[in-house]
């Protein structure tokens, strides 16, 4: 994402880089842009996991598995709530003169935490593949553990969201 960031600088942008006390600015606008951006294509990701999920529900009511569409309704919900936690989730870095600056340290914690939503939206997409599979073939065995090790991964996903706000709580003096 930052190479895309990058490589988009226009010619002002490149000029700023140049002047001493901007190009720290610079960078870390370039730095939240790219943040905005992997947060976006994430949530965008997750709603693609959502919308197989209501396809999986669409299935198991067909086979008139009331119990089955309860919670893979329940998962779908999470879901719902965590993509919108995603698309709206709180930024890396504030402007030039913010009332209080996040360091490199801090933005570090950030962006390890969004390297963690990455690999767990991986993991929500394979999850989502596997049960998919499993309900073509009606393993009812296999639906119940992929059910279940999505909802562990949407409880990871919701700890990381949560270990992310804190932190960036933490930098403004907030502790919850």
């Not at 801090?106 to 499993?134: F, K, M, P, W």
Request: proline share 1%; net charge positive.
């Amino acid at each position: 994402m930052r190479y895309v960031v990058e490589s988009n600088r226009g010619m002002i942008k490149k000029l700023e880089l140049a002047i001493p006390g901007f190009r720290g600015y610079r960078k870390r606008e370039d730095l939240r842009i790219a943040d905005n951006l992997l947060r976006i294509h994430l949530a965008d990701r997750m709603c693609r996991v959502c919308s197989a999920i209501e396809e999986v529900k669409r299935a198991a009511s067909k086979k008139l598995d009331l119990n089955l569409v309860s919670v893979i309704g329940e998962v779908e919900n999470s879901l719902r709530v965590l993509e919108k936690r995603l698309r709206h989730a709180e930024q890396g870095y504030s402007g030039v003169a913010p009332d209080y600056r996040i360091g490199d340290m801090e933005l570090h914690t950030i962006y390890n935490y969004d390297s963690q939503l990455l690999d767990r939206t991986s993991a929500l997409e394979q999850g989502v593949a596997s049960l998919q599979s499993h309900v073509i073939t009606w393993d009812s065995v296999g639906i119940e553990r992929e059910i279940g090790m999505l909802m562990t991964l949407v409880k990871d996903v919701e700890r990381i969201l949560n270990g992310r706000r804190d932190s960036l709580l933490a930098v403004v003096g907030v502790k919850r």
